[in-house]
């Protein structure tokens, strides 16, 4: 069982910045893959990175690649998203997930944290 909640959304200006964290609970939590979603209104829940446990593999959606960057502590049992170059575009309620595999399809995520807003304004 892993309990995932995220933080560090907010309001931000196109061009900034933002680091979203995801604290986890749980004794496996070193074992899972941690990923990143996002879901804008009225729009699909969608792939935004991945990371596999040991932190050696990442993957991006073309939307996010070279603005984006995943990583994680486990000792910390954090996931980050670090977001620079932030468009309107980027504006949804972004989702913390664990999967027991690398995957980029969210029907491989076993477990969700409860989101956290982020809003680019232009």
């Known amino acids: 069982q892993v309990q995932l909640v995220e933080s560090g959304g907010g309001l931000v200006q196109a061009g900034g910045s933002l680091r979203l964290s995801c604290a986890a609970s749980?004794?496996?939590?070193?074992?899972?893959?941690l990923g990143w979603f996002r879901q804008a209104p009225g729009k699909e829940r969608e792939f935004v990175a991945t990371i596999s446990w040991s932190g050696g593999s990442t993957y991006y959606a073309d939307s996010v690649k070279g603005r984006f960057t995943i990583s994680r502590d486990n000792a910390k049992n954090t996931v980050y998203l670090q977001m620079n170059s932030l468009k309107p575009e980027d504006t949804a309620v972004y989702y913390c997930?664990?999967?027991?595999?690398?995957?980029?399809?969210?029907?491989?995520?076993?477990?969700w944290g409860q989101g956290t807003q982020v809003t680019v304004s232009s």
């Open positions: 749980g004794r496996t939590f070193s074992s899972y893959s």
């Open positions: 997930a664990a999967a027991p595999e690398l995957r980029t399809q969210r029907i491989f995520y076993d477990y």
